[in-house]
């Protein structure tokens, strides 16, 4: 079945520094794909998307880039904050019924 | 923007008893809605879609008679735990999407449930 790999963590940064969570996926057909930033005690936000082959998605000085030959959807930011502290998911869709696959999540820690 | 309301955001209760979870789609209607769970330091697992009208649709491994789920409005499903035990001590979180054809794109902030 569909499935969704990250990179484990937890990733300790200094503020400034570059940031990149790997995400790799598996599924048939041509899924959308998705970063979800999941803040202490709160729910999930939507980051980023695309939604076909070669598509960026970017937002907040985040990017990922839907790379089919590779099949995977890194996360990546050039200069982290203390505030991007935090569970970041990568997941797909790729079906109309609207199901999302997460991994297992990948936890930032920035330090300023 | 679209927004998802998510009640209570804490709950704790003894085991034995039953806990109700509302969701709500606070500006925009929700015809299907999704329930998910989530272990301490893990990912989100779908427990079951919700649609409006019908009955729910459970993933495999989810026990439909202890996780009850009532979609009555396009705007409000609901998610009963009955007789819960600590094991289902867990993070709940509700999402809402637009139509079938769109990726849910709105949470909810998610409900902590404890039971001692």
């Known amino acids: 079945g569909d499935s969704v790999t990250q990179m484990e963590g937890p990733v300790t940064l200094s503020e400034e520094a570059f940031l990149t969570i790997n995400c790799t996926y598996t599924a048939t057909g041509y899924p959308s794909l998705f970063w979800y930033v999941q803040y202490p005690g709160e729910g999930l936000q939507l980051l980023l998307k695309a939604t076909k082959a070669d598509d960026k998605g970017s937002n907040k000085g985040f990017e990922a880039t839907y790379r089919k030959e590779t099949t995977s959807f890194h996360l990546e930011k050039g200069s982290v904050q203390v505030s991007d502290s935090a569970v970041y998911f990568c997941a797909l869709s790729s079906s109309n019924t609207g199901k999302l696959i997460f991994g297992q999540g990948t936890t930032l820690q920035v330090k300023p | 923007g679209a927004v998802v309301s998510q009640h209570p955001s804490r709950v704790i209760c003894k085991s034995g008893t039953s806990v109700k979870i509302e969701c709500r789609s606070l500006?925009?209607?929700?015809?299907?809605m999704f329930w998910y769970r989530q272990f301490p330091k893990q990912s989100l697992m779908l427990m079951a879609t919700?649609?409006?009208?019908?009955?729910?649709?459970?993933e495999q491994g989810v026990e439909k008679d202890k996780f009850l789920i009532n979609h009555a409005s396009l705007t409000l499903s609901t998610l009963t735990v009955t007789s819960a035990h600590p094991e289902d001590s867990s993070f709940y979180i509700c999402?809402?999407?637009?139509?079938?054809?769109?990726?849910?794109?709105?949470f909810g902030n998610g409900t902590r449930l404890t039971v001692t």
């Open positions: 999402s809402a999407s637009l139509d079938m054809e769109s990726s849910p794109l709105h």
């Open positions: 500006d925009f209607q929700a015809t299907t």
């Open positions: 919700s649609n409006e009208g019908s009955k729910a649709t459970y």
